[in-house]
């Protein structure tokens, strides 16, 4: 296979890896800050560096809609024009065109849709999509397969599941193998243990690069989604890494990693950061809260996010009520650190056998929540 995954270690089910590509190494278990129209709001690619992130990800649908992957390509591809020279994972639009376009019409072929800008009509095959996420330059690039929001019933669930192993096969005739770019296939099949075993069982018959777990996230609750995690990675081969596809809550990043879970992304950080919501060591906050009026304490003491570093609470309240860009980017800036840092602080946990160890100490910093006085200065 054209990617190189390294499993350096394991604690349990955990794994501590390391995924080396053409445009750089990724060390694993590891975050991807969302950039789905080339961009991580509110943050420059050297700002998203800095919280430690070594890989991001982008989306087919939106890019195909505008500016268009054919431009991209045009224009150097998706590194050079968004100059992030690190890895880029590319969705592949599945989710998208089930979440956000009109008038979806799938069949054997592919999906016909809407688009949720102009209404103009697309069509996004498997090789379609294959072919843009090519132009693009995506590191990794993701099959194409069918979402079903949950509930669902059980034949719903069983037809996308083995529409998308149809559809992965044809992915992967399409795709062009290139020395450390690689492909990976997405296990669908719902909460239904049985699904999910043929699922993984027919995608490791096509052979891919890598294995995501998707159609979670999509309705069910945390512990459904772990119960389908605890089915579903034991299928998965220990020598790939496995993407858990738009999760989530630091707790379902916790939790995941503990049931063999290498790789996630998710919007909540970037997108709770915008509307005045920080991840802190010891739970959320909402900075928009009277009581942060005049704290002068930083969100999070022990932080290193430039919003923790240089700026008090009070500061960051005024700048998120009074709607200013910067509140945003400082926000966006110190959610996405937390993320690093609590990915890092897994794999280091990972490395010394200690995960079980670091998710209890979790739980219990999450519980207590940010209640101390102004006076208090005890680890956040």
Not at 161 to 185: H, I, N, P, V
Request: glycine share 10%; proline share 5%.
């Amino acid at each position: 296979m054209s990617l190189s995954f390294s499993l350096l270690a394991t604690d349990g089910a955990a794994r501590l890896g390391r995924l080396d590509t053409a445009h750089g190494a990724i060390d694993t278990p590891a975050f991807m800050p969302v950039g789905t129209a080339a961009t991580v709001k509110a943050m420059t690619p050297e700002a998203v560096a800095e919280t430690g992130a070594q890989i991001i990800l982008g989306n087919t649908y939106h890019l195909m809609l505008r500016p268009t992957a054919e431009r991209v390509a045009k224009l150097g591809g998706l590194h050079k024009f968004m100059h992030w020279p690190g890895p880029i994972l590319t969705d592949s639009g599945g989710f998208q065109v089930m979440s956000l376009s009109q008038l979806n019409k799938v069949n054997e072929q592919g999906v016909s849709f809407q688009s949720h800008i102009d209404g103009a009509r697309y069509e996004l095959t498997p090789e379609r999509s294959i072919e843009i996420q090519h132009l693009l330059d995506a590191t990794i690039t993701m099959q194409l397969d069918e979402c079903v929001k949950l509930p669902a019933d059980d034949k719903r669930v069983a037809e996308a599941m083995r529409l998308s192993l149809r559809w992965a096969e044809r992915c992967k005739t399409a795709f062009r193998q290139r020395d450390g770019y690689g492909l990976f296939g997405i296990v669908q099949g719902g909460t239904d243990a049985a699904f999910r075993e043929e699922s993984a069982k027919g995608l490791i018959a096509t052979g891919f690069d890598g294995y995501a777990v998707g159609g979670l996230a999509v309705g069910e609750t945390q512990a459904e989604m772990f119960a389908t995690l605890d089915v579903t990675t034991p299928h998965l081969p220990q020598d790939r890494p496995r993407y858990l596809m738009g999760v989530g809550k630091p707790s379902d990043l916790v939790g995941a990693v503990q049931r063999g879970i290498d790789m996630f992304d998710c919007v909540m950080p970037t997108r709770s950061g915008r509307n005045g919501q920080a991840f802190t060591r010891r739970g959320t906050l909402n900075i928009r809260n009277a009581r942060h009026a005049e704290d002068p304490r930083p969100i999070d003491e022990h932080c290193r996010c430039p919003a923790c570093r240089h700026y008090s609470r009070a500061y960051m309240h005024h700048l998120v009520r009074s709607d200013e860009i910067l509140g945003a980017m400082l926000m966006t800036a110190h959610n996405l650190t937390y993320y690093q840092d609590l990915m890092a602080g897994m794999r280091a946990a990972i490395a010394k056998g200690g995960l079980e160890a670091f998710a209890a100490d979790f739980h219990a910093g999450q519980a207590l929540g940010d209640i101390e006085p102004l006076s208090g200065n005890s680890q956040p």
